[in-house]
């Protein structure tokens, strides 16, 4: 009977190990998708000058929000505008943000 008792005990640590594990494991792959969503953002920034459209990154990453901020450079900085791409997005009733920039010589449209 007290064998039972412990083997019970044991395995019920064990399904409370193994729970945990896979919340860390869901969390940690909700950020992985912020970072690659941010990430790529940045990346098309910097190859072809406009971000990727939102059609393509909802497809992409259907559970993450991007929010994209723009300010111009200052000081050693000053002429490349410092592009700021924050992802959201819930990993259970956890949130995940992230935040991530990237200063970038953007071409400026001429004006007509």
Known sequence: MIALGILGTIMIIMALGLKTYGNFNHYQYARQQCI???????????????????????????????????????????????????TSTKSYHRDVNIEMGRYIALKKEKQK
């Open 36 to 86: 690659a969503a941010g990430q790529a953002q940045l990346d098309s920034l910097s190859a072809i000058g406009k971000p990727i459209s939102e059609k393509e990154s909802t497809r992409l990453w259907p559970k993450v929000q991007i929010r994209m901020e723009q300010s111009d450079g200052t000081g050693q900085w000053q002429g490349l505008t410092l592009i700021k791409v924050k």
